[in-house]
């Protein structure tokens, strides 16, 4: 079994047992994650053996739930991702040191996995990288030729904001870790937008155009962002990945607000207990006694 590292420099780490199942817990060779593709693609059989009755199979795969008609959706344990106008569902897996990933294309028979033991420094995802490159070669692409919308840039002032990821710690103290991690979406001068969140390869934010009503398209790729209010007028932000959408925060809840107030806050306590002990110390060189009254 492949140890796990942080860095590939650094010492290998102990194996890693998650319990959140069904969402987590898996381990797996690729091996027999070959066969557990295999099966699926064959609607729940792998050679004599059966798992799963066909139609089991093609629920299993359809769409289960969705934020918008127009967004990839939920089906039963896999999530679609379709790209290169293949419709795609697999599932994403991390633990500290591993990273995985697959993908299956029902409709040409393709199963296809990837398991790596550290991500290193990169803020890339190989496995991603590697994956486009796979249907760039296979599959390739028909050019998407929609124009851009003349309500661009309004649209693009109207989304703005800071937002919120749905994964999130709500009602403890690491609700901190959320704020720190919000996202920002901003209108460029050109009417398209970026997300500080999502990034091209060399780390730089993607630009996105509007392409539909509050629907804006990766400038260079083929991911779609569609902002949509939700049953209580919050407008959310719809990413490709439909276990998560953003949400745009309020005022009390806005970490460009939050984090320079939590920071003059302790600033204060931390010049008041400073500035304690130097008045202790001029009171006893100039022999001058502290006499409060009690509501004082």
């Given at each position: 079994?492949?140890?796990?590292?942080?860095?590939?420099?650094?010492?290998?780490?102990e194996?890693?047992?998650?319990s959140?199942?069904p969402a987590?817990?898996?381990?797996?060779?690729?091996?027999?994650?070959?066969k557990?593709m295999?099966?699926?693609?064959?609607?729940?059989?792998?050679g004599?053996a059966?798992?799963?009755?066909?139609?089991?199979a093609?629920?299993?795969?359809?769409?289960?739930?969705?934020?918008?008609?127009?967004?990839n959706?939920m089906?039963?344990?896999?999530?679609?991702?379709?790209?290169?106008?293949?419709?795609?569902?697999?599932?994403?897996?991390?633990?500290?040191?591993?990273?995985?990933?697959?993908?299956?294309?029902?409709?040409?028979?393709?199963g296809?996995?990837i398991?790596?033991?550290?991500?290193?420094?990169?803020?890339?995802s190989?496995?991603?990288?590697?994956?486009?490159?796979?249907l760039?070669?296979?599959?390739?692409?028909?050019?998407?030729d929609?124009?851009?919308?003349?309500?661009?840039?309004?649209?693009a002032?109207?989304?703005?904001?800071?937002?919120?990821?749905?994964r999130?710690?709500e009602?403890?103290?690491?609700?901190l870790?959320?704020?720190?991690?919000e996202?920002?979406?901003?209108?460029?001068?050109d009417?398209t937008?970026a997300?500080d969140a999502?990034?091209e390869?060399?780390?730089?934010?993607?630009?996105?155009?509007e392409?539909?009503p509050?629907?804006?398209?990766?400038?260079?790729?083929?991911?779609?962002?569609?902002?949509?209010?939700?049953?209580?007028?919050?407008?959310?932000?719809?990413?490709?990945?439909?276990?998560?959408?953003?949400?745009?925060?309020?005022f009390?809840?806005?970490?460009k607000?939050?984090?320079?107030?939590?920071?003059?806050?302790?600033?204060?306590?931390?010049?008041?207990?400073?500035?304690?002990f130097?008045?202790?110390?001029v009171?006893r060189?100039?022999?001058?006694?502290?006499?409060?009254?009690?509501?004082?």
């Amino acid at each position: 079994m492949s140890n796990g590292y942080m860095l590939a420099s650094d010492e290998a780490q102990e194996f890693e047992s998650i319990s959140l199942f069904p969402a987590g817990s898996l381990t797996s060779s690729a091996a027999d994650m070959s066969k557990f593709m295999l099966a699926h693609l064959q609607e729940g059989q792998l050679g004599e053996a059966r798992i799963l009755r066909p139609e089991t199979a093609r629920l299993m795969h359809s769409r289960l739930f969705a934020l918008d008609p127009a967004a990839n959706a939920m089906a039963y344990g896999f999530y679609e991702e379709s790209r290169n106008g293949r419709r795609i569902i697999g599932h994403a897996g991390d633990t500290v040191q591993f990273h995985s990933d697959l993908h299956l294309i029902p409709d040409a028979g393709i199963g296809f996995f990837i398991s790596y033991n550290s991500a290193g420094r990169g803020q890339i995802s190989p496995r991603t990288i590697l994956w486009e490159a796979f249907l760039d070669r296979y599959f390739p692409e028909t050019p998407f030729d929609a124009p851009t919308l003349d309500s661009a840039k309004d649209d693009a002032n109207a989304v703005s904001g800071t937002y919120m990821i749905s994964r999130r710690f709500e009602s403890s103290l690491f609700k901190l870790l959320v704020v720190l991690g919000e996202a920002s979406v901003s209108a460029n001068e050109d009417g398209t937008i970026a997300v500080d969140a999502l990034t091209e390869p060399n780390g730089k934010p993607k630009r996105w155009r509007e392409v539909a009503p509050l629907t804006f398209r990766d400038v260079r790729g083929q991911d779609s962002l569609i902002f949509k209010p939700d049953q209580n007028g919050r407008m959310q932000l719809i990413v490709p990945y439909p276990f998560m959408v953003f949400q745009r925060v309020g005022f009390r809840e806005n970490g460009k607000i939050l984090l320079p107030v939590v920071g003059i806050s302790l600033l204060i306590m931390l010049l008041t207990l400073v500035l304690w002990f130097v008045a202790w110390l001029v009171r006893r060189h100039y022999g001058s006694k502290l006499e409060l009254t009690k509501w004082e």
